[in-house]
DNA sequence: CCCTATGCTGAACATCCGTTCAGCTGGCTG
DNA sequence: CAGCCAGCTGAACGGATGTTCAGCATAGGG
C-alpha cells in the first residue's frame, strides 16, 4: 500500500533522471533530448546525470535496456502458457496493455524500433521468431493455410498486429482514430482480423464467398 | 545526351545544397543535419546556404515541397490509367521504381512519415484515400470479400506494401532482406500476395484449402 | 571525535550550433 | 568604360551543448 503512496520526489534521483530521460527521449528523440534538460525534469542539477551515469550516452543505454528487460520481463512470461496455439494473440494483446498503462512506452518504442538501434533491430527479431513458431503451430494444426514464405508472412501479421504502435500517428491522422482511447484499438483488431480471417481459415472464407 | 554527362560540379550551387540536404537529412535526420555539413557536402560556405534558403528551416521546407512534388508528379499520374482495378498495384510498382532509382528516397520518405511532419501525414492520408478507393472498386467487381471497416483493410493493404520503405531496416535485420536487390522485394511481393490472396479473391482460397 | 565516502552543486570549459555582416568577385547592362 | 548586382566567402556573434572540477553537506564507521 505505501508503495502506492509514494508520489516522483519519494524516489532516488537517479531512478528521477533516468524516468525524465525516458520521458524526454519518448517525445523528442534522443539527439534532442540534452542533458539539461533531463537535469531540470528531475529536479537536480545537470553535473549529477553525468555523475550517475558517466555521459549522456550512458543515460541513454540505461534506458534503452531497463525497456527492453521490461519489455522481455512481461512477454517472455507468456511464451511458456498452456495454449501455444495463441502465444501472438496473448503477446500482442498484452504489450497492447502496457502501452495503455505506460503512458509513454509506445512512443518509446516507436523511437526504438525505427531509430536503428540495434537493440530496436534484436528485439523486432525476436518478435518475428515468436511470430513465425507460431503461425508454424497454427500451420501444423490445419489452423492456417500453408505458406511457402513462413516468415516472411509473420513479419507481415506481427506489422499489422503493432501497427498501432509503430505507425500511430500516421494511422490516427489517416483514420480519424485516437489509440488512447480503447475503441480505436477494437476498431484497428477487428479490422484486422476480418482481413485476415479467410488467409488464416480458408475454410471460413470459403463460406463467406458470394 | 549532354545531360547525363553533367556531375555534380555542373549543379548550381543552390542545387548542389538541395540534393546535400536531402540526402543528409536521409541518412540522419532533420535535427541532427547541420548547415555546415550541408555547407561541406555541398562544397560551398555555411553562409551561403543561409543566403540561398533563409534559414535552415528554409532549407528542409525546400526539399520537403521538392519531394512531396515529386512524389505526387510520378504517382498522380497513374490514377487516371485505363485500368482502375489495379491503380494501386501500379502505384506500388512505380513507388518501388522510384526508390530503386533515387538511391536515398526510400529513407527521405521513411523519415517524412515517421517523424510526424504534417507532409508526412497527409501524404499518407491521400494514399489511403486512394487504396480505400481501389478496394471498393475491387469489392464492386467481386474480386475482394466485402468487408465492414474498408478504410481500415485499405490502410493495412497499404501498410503491407510499403513495409520494405517504411520499415526497411527492420525488415533487413528480422528476414536476412536487403532492399537494395531486386530480390528482396520479390520475395516480400510474393509473401504479400499469398498472404492476402485468399482474403481478396475467396475463390482461389478454397481450392487452395487442404 | 575525526575521517572518509557518498550525493550533490555552481561555475567554468571548449566546442558546436544557426545566423549575421562587411566585403570580395566576375559578368552583365547602361 | 562605369556601375551594379547576384553569387559567394571568412570571420565573427550569441547561445546552447556535453563535460570537468573543486568544493559543499551529511551520514556512517573507526
Given at each position: 500500500m505505501s508503495t502506492q503512496l509514494t508520489?516522483?520526489?519519494?524516489?532516488t534521483a537517479k531512478a528521477r533522471i533516468r524516468g525524465a530521460a525516458f520521458a524526454l527521449v519518448a517525445e523528442r528523440g534522443v539527439h534532442a533530448t540534452t542533458v539539461r534538460a533531463i537535469a531540470q525534469r528531475a529536479g537536480v542539477s545537470p553535473a549529477l546525470v553525468i555523475h550517475h551515469f558517466g555521459s549522456k550516452q550512458g543515460v541513454i543505454d540505461a534506458i534503452s535496456t531497463w525497456i527492453v528487460e521490461y519489455l522481455h520481463r512481461n512477454t517472455r512470461e507468456?511464451?511458456?502458457?498452456?495454449?501455444?496455439?495463441?502465444a501472438l494473440q496473448r503477446r500482442l494483446v498484452r504489450f497492447e496493455r502496457m502501452v495503455a498503462e505506460v503512458p509513454l512506452l509506445g512512443a518509446y518504442v516507436r523511437r526504438m524500433l525505427l531509430d536503428g538501434q540495434p537493440d530496436g533491430l534484436d528485439w523486432f527479431r525476436r518478435a518475428v521468431d515468436l511470430s513465425a513458431e507460431e503461425l508454424a503451430h497454427r500451420e501444423r494444426m490445419g489452423k492456417a493455410r500453408p505458406s511457402t514464405d513462413l516468415r516472411a508472412e509473420a513479419a507481415m501479421l506481427l506489422i499489422l498486429g503493432f501497427a498501432p504502435v509503430l505507425l500511430g500517428p500516421l494511422l490516427e491522422h489517416a483514420l480519424g482514430l485516437?489509440?488512447?482511447?480503447e475503441r480505436s484499438w477494437t476498431r484497428w483488431r477487428d479490422a484486422e482480423s476480418e482481413l485476415l480471417t479467410s488467409a488464416l481459415y480458408p475454410g471460413v472464407a470459403a463460406t463467406d464467398a458470394p
Amino acid at each position: 500500500m505505501s508503495t502506492q503512496l509514494t508520489g516522483p520526489e519519494d524516489l532516488t534521483a537517479k531512478a528521477r533522471i533516468r524516468g525524465a530521460a525516458f520521458a524526454l527521449v519518448a517525445e523528442r528523440g534522443v539527439h534532442a533530448t540534452t542533458v539539461r534538460a533531463i537535469a531540470q525534469r528531475a529536479g537536480v542539477s545537470p553535473a549529477l546525470v553525468i555523475h550517475h551515469f558517466g555521459s549522456k550516452q550512458g543515460v541513454i543505454d540505461a534506458i534503452s535496456t531497463w525497456i527492453v528487460e521490461y519489455l522481455h520481463r512481461n512477454t517472455r512470461e507468456l511464451d511458456r502458457g498452456g495454449d501455444p496455439a495463441q502465444a501472438l494473440q496473448r503477446r500482442l494483446v498484452r504489450f497492447e496493455r502496457m502501452v495503455a498503462e505506460v503512458p509513454l512506452l509506445g512512443a518509446y518504442v516507436r523511437r526504438m524500433l525505427l531509430d536503428g538501434q540495434p537493440d530496436g533491430l534484436d528485439w523486432f527479431r525476436r518478435a518475428v521468431d515468436l511470430s513465425a513458431e507460431e503461425l508454424a503451430h497454427r500451420e501444423r494444426m490445419g489452423k492456417a493455410r500453408p505458406s511457402t514464405d513462413l516468415r516472411a508472412e509473420a513479419a507481415m501479421l506481427l506489422i499489422l498486429g503493432f501497427a498501432p504502435v509503430l505507425l500511430g500517428p500516421l494511422l490516427e491522422h489517416a483514420l480519424g482514430l485516437d489509440f488512447d482511447d480503447e475503441r480505436s484499438w477494437t476498431r484497428w483488431r477487428d479490422a484486422e482480423s476480418e482481413l485476415l480471417t479467410s488467409a488464416l481459415y480458408p475454410g471460413v472464407a470459403a463460406t463467406d464467398a458470394p
